[in-house]
Nanobody, 113 residues
Framework: VQLVESGGGLVQPGGSLRLSCAAS????????IRWDRQAPGKERELVAS????????YYADAVKGRFTIDRDNAKNLVYLQMNSLNPEDTAVYYC???????WGQGTQVTVSA
């Protein structure tokens, strides 16, 4: 059972990235999924979540209007589209199957000029 995040990188302020969360060993559609992030020296925080079917989403105030979470259950993938990135978005981003101990290893997002 594994979750693997990908898509992070270095981007300039105002830029965009699309993160992916892939599952192996279990069916992702069974679970609601959340994306969290942890910046250096800060606690991990919830960024966004999506229900099992994708019809319900939640966004932290800090990312509302800039980030979009969606999922493709046929491909066993969940995405986090991040637009209008700013340096405060710099963090390691993790995905989690809510209610489980399944976490990925994280993907680094760095927003810097």
């Amino acid at each position: 059972v594994q979750l693997v995040e990908s898509g992070g990188g270095l981007v300039q302020p105002g830029g965009s990235l699309r993160l992916s969360c892939a599952a192996s060993g279990f069916t992702l559609s069974t679970y609601a999924i959340r994306w969290d992030r942890q910046a250096p020296g800060k606690e991990r925080e919830l960024v966004a979540s999506v229900s099992r079917g994708g019809g319900n989403t939640y966004y932290a105030d800090a990312v509302k209007g800039r980030f979009t979470i969606d999922r493709d259950n046929a491909k066993n993938l969940v995405y986090l589209q991040m637009n209008s990135l700013n340096p405060e978005d710099t963090a390691v981003y993790y995905c989690n199957a809510i209610g489980t101990q399944y976490w990925g290893q994280g993907t680094q997002v760095t927003v810097s000029a």
